[in-house]
């Protein structure tokens, strides 16, 4: 099977989209350019397939090191469109390498910290660190306002924090988590935690995919934050902007994904024929090939748009960025479903790349929001729009009741 390679996802799925998405040239696609081949570099140093006896997530560490040293990190100081196409250069060549550009989840102490907070992670991650989130709770992660983490005052002004955060990525690798947790007054609010802290303990569980990252349950036992590492803002607020802007990065990397197994399958089929294997390639075959191209193709443009929005500080951003991963996320899955077998039991060995992805593609569908709670979240949202567009010329006595 042809290797794959982050350069070719720029020439094969960006640039035919390029006049529609850069229409006035204000992306750096030399700086993309660059990004895909230090990425190819890195990822050949650095392979993080666990069978080579290393710890996957300390070789994406070493990337993002990597990528830090060749001054390639950083995605601030472009438009948001170029964070979803590096993210698609990434997820190309592998998942695994989601949140291998920019701050990732240090967005949020970017945008939200105090000017100490930011001094003291900001240069650290844009140096290869990386960030951890930690939201979800036994409660379930589609319902963050039943968050039970919880912290409680101390007379110097310190909180301490008690709770258990499930399903953790970068639980081992991550140098700082955005926590999520009830106040001492009982609102939901978000803080910089150091993962080196003593209180902090870590369950880890194997993935059934994205195991790039260890991942698991993270035990917080009194863990001190001080006012400088809260966050500024309502979690709830923080959470529904952060995940706005990050949403079309997780969609991005997983489309770039399918993108890269549907360019194995083509090949793998072009091979066959030319070599004689097959004489004429049936329509079974040339139908859902026609359909995955369309479909990936939408679901970037989808995760395109979304990021715009977020990025203009829309007010249908929340709903786009979530409607479109959970249908970018869903079409890549269905995408990888249907072209798998055409490349028959090779695709079904163990060492499979295309196997991978799928497993990679699979665990997306839950990770940074599930995706019927996206869906209706979304839906909720454009109803209560269609309602307050209609409130304003209608009485209350006569509004959908699908608002309350
Ligand atoms: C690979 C991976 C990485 C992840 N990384 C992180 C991370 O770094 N940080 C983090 O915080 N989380 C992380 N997560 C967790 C992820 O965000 C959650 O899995 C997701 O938000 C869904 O939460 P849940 O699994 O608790 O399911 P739930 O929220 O319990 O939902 C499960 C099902 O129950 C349904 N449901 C919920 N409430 C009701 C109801 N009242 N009535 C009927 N049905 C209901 C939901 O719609 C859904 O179908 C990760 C998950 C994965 C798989």
């Avoid at 229409?23 to 350019?33: E, H, K, N, T, Y």
């Avoid at 472009?78 to 990732?104: H, K, W």
């Avoid at 091979?271 to 939408?298: F, I």
């Amino acid at each position: 099977m042809t290797a794959i390679s982050s350069s070719d996802a720029i020439g094969t799925w960006l640039e035919p989209l390029r006049p529609l998405i850069d229409p006035a040239s204000r992306l750096d696609w030399p700086r993309l350019a660059a990004l895909a081949a230090a990425i190819d570099g890195a990822a050949e140093t650095y392979p993080i397939a666990a069978e080579i006896g290393r710890r996957p997530g300390e070789q994406l560490r070493a990337i993002r090191i990597e990528l830090a040293n060749h001054g390639l990190l950083d995605t601030d100081g472009q438009p948001a469109l170029f964070a979803v196409l590096a993210q698609f250069v990434c997820g190309y060549r592998d998942i695994d390498l989601r949140d291998c550009t920019g701050l990732g989840h240090g967005a949020l102490v970017a945008r939200y910290g105090g000017s100490a907070l930011r001094r003291h992670w900001i240069p650290r991650l844009l140096a290869g660190e990386l960030a951890g989130i930690a939201i979800t709770e036994a409660t379930g992660g589609s319902n963050p306002a039943a968050t039970r983490t919880r912290a409680v005052s101390t007379p110097d002004g310190t909180w301490h924090v008690t709770g258990s955060k499930n399903w953790i990525s970068r639980l081992s690798e991550a140098a700082v988590f955005v926590v999520f947790l009830r106040d001492p007054d009982g609102g939901l609010a978000a803080a910089a935690v150091d993962a080196g802290e003593p209180g902090l303990h870590r369950r880890l569980i194997a993935p059934a995919g994205l195991a790039g990252w260890d991942w698991g349950i993270l035990d917080l036992d009194s863990v001190p934050v001080r006012p400088d590492d809260v966050l500024r803002g309502k979690g709830m607020t923080l959470l529904r902007r952060h995940f706005a802007g990050y949403r079309p990065l997780v969609t991005a990397t997983a489309v770039g994904g399918a993108a890269a197994l549907f360019d194995s399958v083509t090949a793998a089929l072009a091979d066959r024929h030319a070599t004689g294997g097959v004489a004429r390639l049936r329509d079974t075959a040339l139908l859902p090939v026609g359909r995955a191209h369309a479909q990936l193709t939408s679901a970037l443009l989808g995760a395109a748009a979304a990021a715009a929005l977020a990025e203009s500080g829309h007010p249908r951003a929340e709903r786009w960025s979530a409607g479109t991963k959970a249908n970018g996320t869903d079409l890549a899955n269905r995408v990888a479903a249907d072209l798998m077998p055409l490349v028959g039991a090779a695709g079904f060995r163990a060492d499979s790349p295309l196997i991978k992805i799928r497993r990679d593609l699979g665990g997306l569908i839950y990770a940074d929001g599930i995706h019927d709670s996206l869906y209706r979240a979304a839906g909720r949202q454009h109803i209560a729009h269609a309602d307050t567009v209609t409130s304003s010329r209608q009485p209350a006595s006569q509004r959908s009741p699908l608002s309350a």
